[in-house]
């Protein structure tokens, strides 16, 4: 088995059920989104599957930047989805920085993430092709400048991100130079 989707199973997902599927080492690909009875002691168990490439953690309110930290062991993660994780903050970004083959990020709706942790992205992350960061609240123009330096960002997505203004933002910073 290499690829395992549970995702939707809110009811029957639990902590335990990750106890289960960590000893299968094989997985390379495994999708949980929406499967709200996952903490972080869950993503602890998580942390021993060393061969994932493909993790999808998407409205799994309870995962929390402790839940992150355990992730960083999956050091050959190249696809990891956060969206609407709204308990991780600019802390559990920087947890994330072992994982320096990561080329697709999706953090759409995390929004307790800062600017701060776009820095943080911009020095860890450089394999990036593909980052959501639609409806991050939070974000300014000045923390999107910070990923203007990863060369490899192909797609990028800022909807719902009202502090960003491109327009008045770039004409600010033409006047600066």
């Given at each position: 088995l290499k690829e395992l989707n549970i995702s939707k199973n809110h009811h029957y997902v639990s902590n335990k059920t990750l106890s289960f599927i960590s000893s299968h080492q094989a997985i390379q690909s495994l999708n949980l989104s929406f499967c709200s009875n996952i903490t972080d002691n869950g993503l602890e168990r998580l942390s021993t599957m060393i061969g994932l490439t493909d993790l999808k953690?998407?409205?799994?309110?309870?995962?929390?930047?402790?839940?992150?930290?355990?992730?960083?062991?999956?050091?050959?993660?190249?696809?990891?989805?956060?969206?609407?994780?709204?308990?991780?903050?600019?802390?559990?970004?920087?947890?994330?920085?072992?994982?320096?083959?990561?080329?697709?990020?999706?953090?759409?709706?995390?929004?307790n993430l800062t600017d701060?942790?776009?820095?943080?992205?911009?020095?860890?992350?450089?394999?990036?092709?593909?980052?959501?960061?639609?409806?991050?609240?939070?974000?300014?123009?000045?923390?999107?400048?910070?990923?203007?330096?990863?060369?490899?960002?192909?797609?990028?997505?800022?909807?719902?991100?009202?502090?960003?203004n491109l327009e008045e933002d770039a004409m600010k910073s033409q006047r600066v130079k």
């Open positions: 953690l998407g409205a799994c309110f309870e995962v929390t930047n402790e839940g992150l930290s355990a992730l960083s062991a999956l050091t050959l993660l190249k696809s990891l989805s956060l969206f609407e994780c709204d308990r991780i903050t600019d802390v559990g970004l920087r947890s994330l920085s072992p994982l320096v083959g990561l080329t697709y990020l999706d953090l759409y709706g995390c929004i701060d942790g776009l820095s943080c992205l911009s020095h860890s992350q450089r394999s990036l092709t593909f980052l959501d960061l639609s409806c991050c609240s939070k974000i300014t123009y000045s923390g999107l400048r910070n990923l203007f330096s990863i060369f490899s960002l192909k797609q990028l997505y800022l909807e719902g991100c009202l502090l960003i």
